[in-house]
């Protein structure tokens, strides 16, 4: 995959907050950076439920390489 322009994606001090969904599978999410010169960082999670249970281990966010700085409330 690759992508155009990624200069123009947000990828750091990014919220996401207050997500619930039903899965019949282990779902998952998952952060992917593109490269050591555009990393994704400072990612801040609130209140992410799978099948309405709180989401607590930070196993559970799959992420490549190029991503730092988890943070999980």
Known sequence: MTFENYDTFIRDNIYFGDIDFTSKSNALMFLSGYD??????????????????????????????????????
């Open 36 to 73: 050591s010169l555009h990393t994704v960082h400072d990612i801040y999670i609130d209140n992410f439920l799978i099948n309405g249970e709180k989401v607590t281990d930070m196993n559970l966010i799959g992420r490549n390489k190029f991503v730092k700085n988890i943070f999980m409330k």
